[in-house]
Every structure is written in structure tokens, then in C-alpha cells.
């Protein structure tokens, strides 16, 4: 599958903005009203693929673009970045590293659907979990 990224048509899409290194756009399909995406113009798939101009760049974006909907849209705004290199490539996942900032409000859709069942999922740290990561990921 081509990567729509990459080959987004700037005459017919739904670009809010662009820099040197970096597209900001609206997602499509979202997930909620005003969510979008900053996108490296880089095809990578993880942000340690990035140079740090680059990584500057996106998080300057995220920044800018989350002030904005905290200040325009809602009281809200979460930000996220998925890797998962294990499914494939289709219309609601993408080959190509994109963050993506999402407006909320309390009670809004998404949690309705979804992250209403979040206290079901999140459990306590277990001492031994807590021990086994923090030995693993301080190596």
C-alpha cells in the first residue's frame, strides 16, 4: 500500500499548515471533531528516526497546535503517537510516524464509547511488575 503521507495531494487535502520538515493536518478519518495529525514530511516510522531539527520541529508543532485547540475548541486536547509495526497497513493505520491531538471535553463521545471502560482496564503496579521494568528499561 502506498503511503498516504507521503502522497498527499497539497491541491485537494486538508493541510492546516506546513514547514520545512513537518505537515499539520486534519485527520481523516478522525476520531474526533478537530483532531488532527503533524506528520514529518520523512517517511519514518518512529520518531528516533528523526533528526533532532526534525523532532524540534514536530514538537513545536504539537505545541502550537495544542494551545490552539485548548484555546479555540475545547478544554481538552490529548496527544498520542502509536508504533505498532505488528498490524498492517490500512485506512486507520498508517506506515508513516504521525502525532496526533485530539480535542476533549468531559463526557465527550470517546469516552462514552470507549474510555469510560478505562477502570476495568488500568490495574495497581505490582512490586515485582514495577522491579522487572525499571531493571529492563534502566539497562
Avoid at 470517546?110 to 476495568?120: N, P
Wanted: hydrophobic letters at 35%; a positive charge.
Amino acid at each position: 500500500m502506498n503511503c498516504p503521507f507521503c502522497e498527499i495531494n497539497k491541491e485537494k487535502t486538508r493541510i492546516i499548515q506546513e514547514t520545512k520538515n513537518s505537515i499539520v493536518i486534519l485527520s481523516n478519518p478522525r476520531l474526533v471533531s478537530g483532531h488532527i495529525l503533524v506528520v514529518p514530511k520523512k517517511h519514518v516510522e518512529k520518531l528516533s528516526e528523526l533528526d533532532d531539527l526534525e523532532r524540534r520541529d514536530i514538537v513545536d508543532l504539537i505545541i502550537k497546535y495544542q494551545e490552539k485547540i485548548l484555546k479555540k475548541v475545547s478544554p481538552g486536547c490529548d496527544i498520542r503517537q502509536n508504533y505498532r509495526p505488528f498490524q498492517k497497513q490500512d485506512k486507520l493505520k498508517v506506515n508513516h510516524l504521525h502525532i496526533h491531538l485530539q480535542p476533549r471535553e468531559l463526557f465527550d463521545e470517546l469516552y462514552e464509547k470507549c474510555q469510560i471502560f478505562e477502570k476495568e482496564i488500568f490495574k495497581e503496579l505490582s512490586k515485582e511488575e514495577m522491579e522487572k521494568f525499571s531493571k529492563m528499561l534502566k539497562e
